[in-house]
């Protein structure tokens, strides 16, 4: 049996992290590259069939913006959309330093703090999504 430390990663989970930064930067870079106007989203059907703005609506906007440093048109595309950039940009960077020094830079010291992470993103979504179509309908 082979002891390894919880903290030393393996040549496939440095190689994994390696693909998930690159895949994390590639979602991000056409939105960079070619902006809101170049990109080709179908448009929201739930905007189209309520006159409500979705969860996501006005996010490519908002990174575009955020991207070019155009932060107030930024928060107010999306007010998430520039919290999300910097979220994916530092995920990216903490992936790519894992896999160059084989180490984790990131641990989580429970399961619960991991958990409080994956719930409270989507539930602070959520709220944001719910209180725009509130103020909305006002």
Request: some cysteine.
């Amino acid at each position: 049996m082979v002891n390894v430390k919880p903290d030393v990663l393996s040549r496939g989970a440095r190689l994994m992290r390696i693909v998930l930064a690159l895949a994390v930067l590639a979602v991000l870079a056409p939105v960079f590259v070619l902006g809101p106007g170049g990109l080709s989203v179908s448009p929201c059907l739930f905007h189209e069939a309520t006159g409500l703005s979705c969860f996501t609506c006005g996010l490519s906007r908002s990174l575009d913006a955020a991207m070019h440093g155009r932060f107030e048109a930024a928060f107010h595309f999306h007010l998430l959309g520039p919290f999300l950039l910097v979220g994916l940009l530092l995920l990216s960077l903490v992936l790519a330093g894992e896999a160059v020094t084989g180490r984790r830079l990131l641990a989580f010291r429970s399961g619960r703090q991991k958990l409080y992470l994956l719930l409270g993103i989507p539930a602070l979504w959520v709220i944001f999504g719910v209180g725009r179509i509130i103020y909305e309908l006002t």
